[in-house]
Every structure is written in C-alpha cells, then in structure tokens.
C-alpha cells in the first residue's frame, strides 16, 4: 500500500476515535457508588467552555427514566450566587437518588420521571467546575454568567446532538431568578431557540427592593415578630436598607437595632428557608447563601416528618468522597474539597439589586412559557413579594386571567394555589414547601413540574 493510502487511513482513523472521544459515550456513568438498579443512563464530566483560559463547566445528565427519546431537555439552576446544582438539584431535591450514610436511596419523585434532566455547576469556581486561570474567580458577575452558561449549551449540544432538536425547558430557583432569564433571553437570540419552549423558577430574586422588603410582612404575619418590632422593620429601617448597608460595610445604629431584635425575636433556632419545620442539628451550607449573609441571620438547613433533615450534610460527605469523584469524573482544581456554595469565587453583590422581573415578559412577548412557583413557608424569598410581581407583570403586558386564582391539587389535597395570566405566564404557590420546594414537598413539585412540562393547567379538586 503507498504511503499516501496509510495516511489517509491514518487520518481517518484518527478522526473516528477524536470523534468518538468528544460523543457522550466517554461521559457515560457504569453506576455511582452505592446507587440501586436503574434502567436509565448517567452522564457527568466537563464541558470546555474556554480553551485559552481552560475555563470548563461539570454537568450531571439523568436520562428519562422511561422512553428518554420522547421527553423533552431540562437544564437546572441552582442560585447562591455561587451555590451548586448539582449538590442541590439532583441529591438534595428532584435527581433520581439521595445519599443516606453509605448508599443511595432511590427518589420516588424524581424529575427525570417526566424529562431528561441535565444539571450544571455554574459558574467556573463553584463545586467541580473550574477555571485554571484563577484571576477569573476575582470578578463574576451575571453577565459572565449568562455568556458561559450559553457556551457551555452549544458544547453540549455537540457532545449530544440527539437532544439538540429536543423540546427544552430551563429551570432554577433562588438566585437562579437572575440566571434563569438572563441565560433564557441569550437563548431566544440563538441558534436553540426554535425549540425552547419555557422556564420555570421558584422563589425567585427577581426585584431586590420588592423581595426583600416583603419578608417582614411575612415574618410578621407568621407570628415571629412581634407588632412593635414590625413598625420599626417597616417604618424605622426596613430589609433592602440593611441589605444595602451591610453590602457597603456602613450598617448604621438604628438599622443594627433593628436587625438585633428581629433575630432575637425570630431566634436563630428558626429555618428562613422554611419556618415551620425543625432544624438539623448538623448544619451545613444552604441555599441563597449569600442573600443570607446580606441580613445577618444564621440560618440552617431543613428537618421535618419522613424527611432526611441533613441529607445535606450526607450529599457533602457523599460528594467528597475519592470513589464518587472517580465514577463522577470530577476533579478538583484549586480546591481540597467540593463545598455546596463556593466560598472562592467572587461575585459581584451589586448584580442582586437589577431587576429580572422585565426579562420574564421580554420572554413572555417572545412566546416562551413562563412559570414562576413559590414554596409558601420560605421566609427568604416569600410568596408576597413574588406573587405580587408578577401580578404587576401580567397588567403591564396586558395579560388577562385565564386561571383566575384558585386552589390546585395533588390527589384530594389542596397542592397550593395558582393564577394563569393569557395562558403564557403563571404563578402557583406550593403548600407547605420551602425555599427548596422539592426537597419539602417532592411529590406536589412532582406534579407541579409535569403540568408545566406539558402546558397543562394544574390539577383542580378531583
């Protein structure tokens, strides 16, 4: 054979295993250490976004647990900023198992009953996704962000080109009320958006002042305050004041007294994040961490009936393990150990008082669905603030009701209360869930999710 013929063989051939390599198939988990049979596939490892400043983002990847060829794509978000989805999301919340001492249990509730779920550590610095260039970490911000998170979907799409054509949906909660638009608008001018068919957030941050301020009526109007202290945290020195204050290191006295006695008050043996339930006695990070930081109030993680109250606490031990990180395909790069909200990357605080609330109707204009849920005992982002927002949304859109408020259900039990504003936008609160609404109450989240998936309305009294 000539020479010529051996080197385009060669060349071929080379091509063949480059392109077999980049496929999914180098991504594939055989089974995650002390995981139950399952049927459906696993992915996890990076996706280069930046080969100059070798800058890659980790994803975990959960096929449908049946017919994945006929569901749609769902991209999850965790917020923080800076906290990750993949601790969150898929071990904590709605991924298909959740660690328990050694093993893993399965998760009735999963999402990937109903779609194909890919969940991303983003940005560069928190959990397994790095930047080795570590000047990165120094300066974040939404922007950022949105760029590398769309980059990191064009990757990905490369590596699975049979979803690019898939129905796709994004979805977060916390501050993923700033990525989830923010990424969602980059898509509707992209290539993707032909397919792109909604987002759903949950106790959102979509506008500081609105937000924040409406956690004293909430607090108030649950009982963990007294009248004389709400007059002062709404009249004296309210929560964006403080907020404000704390980010610039200039807390005034009266606003330092005013945040003194609400957390004697309210007591630190008090979850924000979900005010009726207990706390675990081993705590750990949580969710919207930084939000948490800006009042000053020493939160902890979730407790309550049938639940694993410090499954976080087992997501973080089982996480840093060295044979989970192997299976994973996870490193760690700048880091002794993966953290559920990084304390490495800096971002930039002045990003959490932009409004996102005009970006859900610049989608909405767009023809994307839009769903925003609260679960109804988070104190941090409280149902006041976001169902008010939204109500606002909806009048200046020119959205006419075509749900008016009502009570939806999952089986015979009221689920949570919901309002459908011209069958683009909705709002639905769920009862008795937290800021982590699929953590507290997995199985209406379960149902919440499918309705949306589908562009159903929610469930009315059977």
């Known amino acids: 054979m000539r020479p010529l013929q051996w080197i385009l063989i060669f060349s071929i051939c080379a091509t063949l295993f480059l392109t077999t390599k980049a496929g999914p198939g180098a991504d594939k988990i055989t089974s995650l250490p002390g995981q139950p049979q399952v049927t459906f596939q696993q992915y996890s490892g990076y996706i280069t976004i930046d080969e100059k400043q070798k ?12 017919d994945p060829a006929s569901k749609p794509l769902v991209l999850w978000l965790n917020g923080g900023p800076g906290c990750s989805s993949i601790g969150a999301g898929a071990f904590v919340e709605h991924g298909p198992f959740r660690p328990s001492g050694d093993v893993l249990l399965k998760n009735e509730y999963s999402w990937n009953k109903g779609a194909n779920m890919l969940y991303l550590e983003s940005p560069a610095g928190v959990g397994f996704s790095y930047s080795a260039n570590k000047s990165f970490y120094s300066f974040i911000n939404d922007e950022i962000t949105a760029r590398d998170n769309l980059a990191f979907l064009e990757n990905w799409f490369k590596k699975f080109p049979e979803y690019r054509n898939r129905d796709f949906f994004i979805t977060g909660e916390s501050y993923a009320g700033h990525y989830v638009p923010q990424l969602a608008r980059l898509v509707i001018q992209s290539n993707m958006k032909s397919n792109f068919k909604g987002i759903a957030i949950g106790n959102p941050l979509l506008d500081f002042d609105t937000d924040f301020n409406s956690r004293a009526v909430y607090i108030w109007s649950h009982g963990l305050i007294s009248d004389s202290t709400f007059e002062m945290f709404t009249s004296v ?25 609400v957390s004697r008050e309210v007591s630190r043996s008090i979850n924000a994040y979900d005010i009726t339930i207990d706390v675990c006695l081993s705590p750990i990070f949580a969710q919207s961490q930084l939000l948490n930081k800006l009042v000053n109030l020493e939160l902890t993680l979730l407790q309550a009936e049938k639940l694993d109250v410090c499954v976080e606490d087992e997501t973080d031990k089982y996480l840093n393990r060295k044979d989970v990180q192997a299976a994973l395909r996870a490193q760690l790069v700048g880091v002794t150990e993966w953290t559920f909200c990084s304390d490495v990357i800096k971002y930039d605080v002045q990003n959490l008082e932009v409004p996102t609330i005009h970006i859900l109707g610049t989608l909405a204009k767009s023809g994307i669905r839009v769903l925003v849920y609260s679960g109804d005992q988070d104190s941090v982002i409280p149902l006041i603030g976001t169902r008010k927002l939204v109500n606002e949304l909806a009048k200046e859109l020119g959205l006419k009701t075509t749900v008016p408020y009502r009570a939806w259900f999952e089986g015979r039990q009221v689920a949570g209360w919901t309002q459908v ?10 009862r008795g869930a937290s800021h ?6 997995p199985e209406r989240s379960l149902v919440l999710f499918n309705g949306f998936l589908a562009g159903n309305p929610l469930p009315e009294e059977a």
Do not use: H, K
Not at 421 to 430: E, K, N, V
């Open 237 to 261: 020195c309210n929560y964006s004041q403080i907020s404000r204050e704390m980010q610039s290191g200039t807390l005034t006295t009266v606003c330092s007294e005013v945040i003194r006695e």
């Open 55 to 66: 800058r890659a983002l980790f994803y975990y990847f959960v096929e449908a647990e049946t």
């Open 421 to 430: 504003y011209g069958d683009i936008l909705s709002f639905a609160t769920i």
């Open 436 to 441: 982590e609404a699929p953590f507290s109450q």
